[in-house]
Nanobody, 124 residues
Framework: QVQLVESGGGLVQAGGSLRLSCAASGLTFANYAMGWFRQAPGKEREFVASITWSGGDTDYADSMKGRFTISRDNAKNTLYLQMNSLKPEDTAVYYC?????????????????WGQGTQVTVSS
């Protein structure tokens, strides 16, 4: 079974930074594209960022471009999300996700394995 465990969330002031981590097990991590999603209270889960299995390409939602950076360390089976210039509207539970198939180009809908999430709260 695929297991994804997020960590690194917390409370920060607007303009601050956080680095989220996602420890993956139960899959050959280096062969899977990975993604970050978030869900705020009363909102639907939304796409944040993704990275290809090779690590060569990344994609971001418009509101995160220039502020967030997704990366991976395949030797550690770990996915990261560096978040800078945080805003109160970034407050949400952040989830990492993996698709069901390795070594493929995936759509947002292809992410079907989820962690439990880590809370990020940004105060004004």
């Amino acid at each position: 079974q695929v297991q994804l465990v997020e960590s690194g969330g917390g409370l920060v002031q607007a303009g601050g930074s956080l680095r989220l981590s996602c420890a993956a097990s139960g899959l050959t991590f280096a062969n899977y594209a990975m993604g970050w999603f978030r869900q705020a209270p009363g909102k639907e889960r939304e796409f944040v960022a993704s990275i290809t299995w090779s690590g060569g390409d990344t994609d971001y939602a418009d509101s995160m471009k220039g502020r967030f950076t997704i990366s991976r360390d395949n030797a550690k089976n770990t996915l990261y999300l560096q978040m800078n210039s945080l805003k109160p509207e970034d407050t949400a539970v952040y989830y990492c996700a993996a698709p069901g198939t390795p070594r493929t180009t995936v759509t947002i809908r292809a992410f079907n394995n989820w962690g439990q999430g880590t809370q990020v709260t940004v105060s004004s």
